[in-house]
């Protein structure tokens, strides 16, 4: 259906793409591999028409085509689905699938009537039982998501371009999202599938493309490949998850939680978190796992003391009893987080990566009034070389860097405050392979120094291989707790879709 | 890469250069502008609006605003002129206190900072937008300055008094020394201290740097207050200058003090600007509009000409960022 060849793009000098050749065929799903920085965003950003200038050609339906604007790309059947979705929270399901191609009635006004059927139509297509009438910002993330894809329906778009379209949604999710995928395959659309979850392409892709370093690798059919052999394929290397050995726990209780609740804000009954009480030890990583919606950042914010009038708890630290009231107190107690979103909660990404990792601790390094330059270029020298923190300099601008290294600037802060207690809420979500190793490597070390470690993830073999201890959360409460050595993918799972009720 | 390094040094100084073209422009066309004289004469003028407008800078790298700023300088002006001139008088139990120039003033800065300080409080405790949070502050103000003033300019202030406005310190103008003063303690605010440092990253991303342990309620109140005590600052230069309190002081000193804000390249979004950037900015106002009366251009075009000038700015300031 769409044939992309020799697609070169340079950006002021620098090579992004060298001879990348992509085919699509109708009906089938093709993955696009390839770690962060190997130019995948790059190949979609012109397949979808934001980038004009390249060179090589793209052959959609038989015709040569250079599509100037998004626009141009979607009129001729072209829809992409981003990572970040692309709507308007405050409008209804409707409103946002006709924006900006209303249908007007013979009175010159929108025709509501028609556009909600439609809408009726495309969600009762897609399984989406809610109404046509609901707001964006009502819908789960998942939710959305499918109104994206309605949305690339009612273009008629017959290549759909979806971006990490699991990164932010629940198992269960997931499978409706590959149900409708399959669906969609069934109309013979061409579906462009980027991911870093192998195990995922291995379930839903036909073809695969790697990309490396901004050319391509091979192309072929998933069916023939391994897992292992496409991790070789895109890093040009085996790489191993790194599987702790536990031999850092130690029977000293670092923190005790006791009884921990959580309202919901305006609504009293409601309990978000309910009785929580765990135990940390003193380098042990206890790793927390629950589906979308069980509680596990509400826990995360509320031991950073983020929600003080709405949460109650008796929190023990090193056997003392603690209190606080915001996050400037819990980091002073000991505690730190490593946010779930680290563009939006983790980092000034304005910032250079000096002023980042130093922002927790600067309040430490002054002189009576004025900040100590010296200590502070240490600190961020010390960081950047102990997390491998690659950069040009420690002037960089936080916002050009990889989504691996923003990963390690947010640790070396949170870090830099000299915690006894480090949550590192989803660290790995969005970054490679290679990066992910080494973030894994550095969780393993740190455990091992003494530090209690808390890790959130949502990626069953990703905890299971890093985890001494797993706590498994459903609906605000902890419903069971697995040694690493009795955990498997079953029983964590039931647990985590147990209905307590 | 060189390349873009030279535009970005470019874009570094294209304020100056722009003060400087502009300098030579009016230099060109009017004999009387580049004489001692009218040097100092623009410097004292635009002394006022660097004080108000240092303060609203770091306001916008916070990502707020402060509209109040005017209405505060002619609070805080007709304060300072009211004590000096009469003291307060409580006839229930027969007690006068009486101010000394130090002490009016002091109380003109505290009022200022206090202002300010109820801004940053509405906007921190009750989340009101500092749009309109600042904008009640700014009636509110006006107000307090009319039942204060009854209505009333509050003149004859003394020769003391007046020496802050019009007077002369080692050859220099003493409202140049006291700008001079509030940009060097807020450069060294900005670019040395804590403070500064959370000043950007709130405006940066403030919920970040909430999770990174700032405190940010109280970031903004002093942010605020200090705005507020820069806007009495200015207030008592103007009342000196003038000798005299007018109850319809600083009216749209806000939109000056923003523009030069904007002008020197701070982002209306917050986390990114300087306070130098703002200096220049209120310097290229100053000069504009001494060159525009000068040439003899009408007051009537002098309004356009400033309003084309900041537009041109800001579109220049997005095409350099675009760039990055």
Redo the contacts between chains.
């Keep these: 259906m769409l044939v992309a060849e020799n697609i070169c793009k340079r950006f002021?000098?620098i090579t992004a793409l060298e001879n990348v050749n992509l085919t699509l065929t109708a009906g089938k799903v093709t993955a696009i591999i390839g770690e962060n920085g190997a130019g995948k965003s790059t190949l979609m950003k012109i397949l979808s028409g934001v980038y004009e200038d390249y060179e090589g050609n793209i052959v959609f339906k038989g015709n040569t085509v250079r599509f100037k604007n998004t626009r141009e790309a979607q009129k001729a059947g072209i829809a992409i689905i981003h990572q970040e979705l692309n709507l308007v929270p405050h409008l209804s399901i409707t409103e946002n699938l006709f924006l900006g191609r209303e249908l007007i009635n013979s009175w010159a006004m929108l025709d509501k009537k028609a556009m909600r059927l439609r809408t009726e139509e495309l969600l009762e297509k897609l399984k989406l039982s809610v109404s046509p009438d609901t707001l964006i910002t009502d819908l789960k993330v998942g939710q959305q998501q499918v109104v994206e894809i309605a949305k690339a329906l009612l273009y008629d778009a017959e290549v759909i371009i979806m971006d990490e379209p699991t990164s932010a949604i629940s198992e269960s999710e997931v499978d409706v999202l590959f149900e409708n995928i399959a669906n969609l395959k069934n109309q013979s659309k061409a579906i462009v599938y980027i991911s870093h979850k192998l195990n995922e392409l291995f379930k839903i892709a036909d073809h695969y493309t790697v990309l490396r370093d901004g050319k391509t690798i091979e192309s072929g059919d998933m069916q023939a490949m391994t897992h292992d052999m496409l991790i070789h394929k895109m890093v040009g290397r085996d790489i191993e998850i790194i599987r702790n050995t536990n031999a850092s726990i130690t029977k000293n209780t670092l923190l005790k939680v006791d009884e921990l609740c959580l309202n919901k804000l305006g609504n009293e009954q409601k309990q978000l978190l309910k009785n929580i009480c765990f135990e940390l030890y003193s380098g042990e990583i206890l790793g927390i796992f629950g589906l979308m919606g069980a509680g596990r950042t509400e826990l995360m914010e509320t031991l950073?003391g983020?929600h003080p009038n709405l949460s109650n708890a008796t929190i023990t630290l090193n056997n003392q009893p603690v209190k606080y009231k915001?996050?400037?107190e819990?980091?002073?107690a000991g505690m730190a987080?490593v946010?779930e979103d680290r563009k939006?909660?983790?980092?000034?990404?304005?910032?250079d990566v000096k002023?980042n990792i130093?922002?927790?601790s600067?309040?430490k390094?002054?002189d009576t009034?004025?900040?100590n330059n010296k200590t502070e270029l240490d600190l961020a020298h010390k960081y950047i070389k102990a997390l491998k923190i690659k950069t040009p300099s420690e002037k960089q601008t936080v916002k050009n860097l990889s989504g691996g290294n923003q990963q390690k600037i947010v640790i070396a802060?949170c870090l830099a405050?000299q915690p006894k207690v480090l949550m590192l809420d989803e660290p790995t979500r969005g970054i490679d392979i290679n990066a992910k190793n080494e973030i894994y490597k550095l969780i393993a070390e740190l455990a091992a120094s003494g530090l209690g470690i808390i890790m959130v993830s949502s990626e069953l073999p990703e905890i299971m291989a890093v985890a001494d201890r797993i706590l498994v959360m459903a609906d605000g409460t902890i419903t069971a707790t697995f040694n690493a050595n009795e955990a498997t993918e079953d029983n964590i799972l039931k647990a985590a879709i147990a209905d307590i009720n | 890469?060189i390349l873009?390094q030279q535009r970005t040094q470019l874009a570094k100084f294209q304020s100056l250069i722009a003060l400087v073209l502009l300098c030579m422009g009016i230099a060109f066309m009017s004999d009387k502008f580049l004489t001692i004289d009218n040097t100092w004469n623009v410097m004292r003028q635009i002394s006022v609006n660097i004080c108000i407008s240092v303060g609203m800078t770091l306001v916008v790298l916070t990502s707020g605003i402060d509209l109040s700023v005017g209405s505060v300088l002619a609070f805080c002006g007709a304060i300072t002129a009211g004590l000096l001139k009469s003291g307060i008088e409580f006839p229930s139990n027969n007690l006068f206190i009486g101010f000394t120039l130090l002490g009016a003033m002091l109380a003109g800065l505290i009022v200022g900072a206090l202002l300010g300080a109820f801004n940053g409080w509405t906007i921190t405790r009750f989340k009101v937008p500092p749009f309109v949070a600042t904008l009640a502050m700014l009636t509110i103000a006006r107000g307090l300055t009319l039942l204060w003033t009854k209505g009333f300019p509050i003149s004859n202030l003394g020769d003391n008094f007046a020496h802050i406005g019009t007077g002369w310190f080692l050859g220099i103008p003493v409202p140049v020394w006291i700008s001079a003063a509030v940009i060097a303690s807020a450069v060294?605010i900005t670019q040395?201290?804590?403070l500064g440092?959370y000043i950007?990253?709130i405006g940066?991303?403030e919920?970040?740097?909430?999770?990174?342990?700032?405190?940010i309620n109280k970031v903004k109140l002093i942010v605020y207050s200090i705005a507020g005590m820069l806007a009495a600052v200015g207030g008592i230069m103007v009342t000196s200058r003038l000798d005299s309190a007018q109850p319809n002081a600083g009216i749209s000193y806000e939109l000056d003090s923003i523009a030069a804000v904007v002008i020197g390249g701070t982002s209306l979004s917050g986390?990114?600007g300087t306070i130098m950037g703002t200096v220049l900015g209120a310097i290229i106002i100053g000069v504009l509009n001494n060159g525009l009366v000068l040439l003899n251009v009408s007051p009537f075009w002098q309004q356009v000409v400033k309003g084309g000038v900041i537009l041109l700015a800001v579109i220049i300031d997005k095409a350099n960022s675009k760039n990055d």
């Design positions: 002021s000098g950073l983020m915001s996050a400037a819990a980091i002073k987080l946010p939006k909660d983790g980092l000034v990404l304005g910032l002023t130093s922002l927790s600067i309040n390094m002054q009034w004025l900040i802060k405050t | 890469m873009t060294i040395k201290t804590a440092r950007y990253a940066g991303n919920h970040a740097s909430k999770l990174s342990g700032i405190n986390g990114r």
